[in-house]
Nanobody, 122 residues
Framework: QVQLVESGGELVQAGGSLRLSCAASGRTFSTYVMGWFRQAPGKEREFVAATSWNGGWIKYADSVKGRFTISRDNAKNTRYLQMNSLKPEDTAVYYC???????????????WGQGTQVTVSS
């Protein structure tokens, strides 16, 4: 079992920045891929970014390329999502998740955090 806890979501103005954190614990997850997803009201959960444990594989959704950066601190078992130049359309609940493969499809991820709300005001 892997436990994931997100933090860092809050209300921010358009053009601002936020950094989300995802702390992982439980079973060793050195082989796991960690991903970020988001879900806005009335919409399906969508992929945002993902990285392998060693950083050798990184993937971003087109909608966030150049604005969001995924990073890791293996010593702290934590992944981060730095979000810059935020837009109102980035408003959503953001979830971190883990899986054992280099995939971006939500249903292929095994473990999920509880989510953290990001609201971007115009």
């Amino acid at each position: 079992q892997v436990q994931l806890v997100e933090s860092g979501g809050e209300l921010v103005q358009a053009g601002g920045s936020l950094r989300l954190s995802c702390a992982a614990s439980g079973r060793t997850f050195s082989t796991y891929v960690m991903g970020w997803f988001r879900q806005a009201p009335g919409k399906e959960r969508e992929f945002v970014a993902a990285t392998s444990w060693n950083g050798g594989w990184i993937k971003y959704a087109d909608s966030v390329k150049g604005r969001f950066t995924i990073s890791r601190d293996n010593a702290k078992n934590t992944r981060y999502l730095q979000m810059n130049s935020l837009k109102p359309e980035d408003t959503a609940v953001y979830y971190c998740a883990s899986t054992s493969g280099t995939v971006v499809t939500p249903h292929l991820y095994d473990y999920w955090g509880q989510g953290t709300q990001v609201t971007v005001s115009s």
